[in-house]
C-alpha cells in the first residue's frame, strides 16, 4: 500500500531517535523536498535547522514540530 504524503516542504520535523536512515539525530529539520517511491512509503529531504546537514528520510520516521506556508494553488 502506498501512503500519502503527511508533510509539506517547509514543515518543521523530528526525526525519531530509532532512525534507519542514518545516525541519531538531535534537533528540528526543516523539510525541503519529497518524494515519491513506487510500491513504498514517501522519502523527503531534510535540512538540519542547527548545522544545514542534509539526509533522507521515510515518513515513518518524521514527526511535525510546526508547518511551513501552503501554496494554495498547490492544495
Known amino acids: 500500500m502506498i501512503q500519502t504524503d503527511q508533510y509539506a ?3 518543521q520535523v523530528h526525526v525519531s531517535s530509532g532512525s534507519l536512515s ?6 528540528a529539520f526543516e523539510i525541503v523536498g519529497f518524494y515519491r517511491v513506487e510500491n513504498d512509503e514517501p522519502m523527503y ?25 501552503r501554496d494554495p494553488q498547490l492544495h
Not at 22 to 27: A, I, M, N, Q
Not at 45 to 63: C, F, G, N, T
Open 22 to 27: 542514518g545516525p541519531p539525530t538531535t534537533g
Open 9 to 11: 516542504v517547509g514543515d
Open 45 to 69: 529531504r531534510l535540512l538540519s535547522i542547527q548545522d544545514r546537514a542534509e539526509r533522507m528520510v521515510p515518513q515513518r520516521e518524521l514527526r511535525l514540530i510546526s508547518s511551513g506556508p
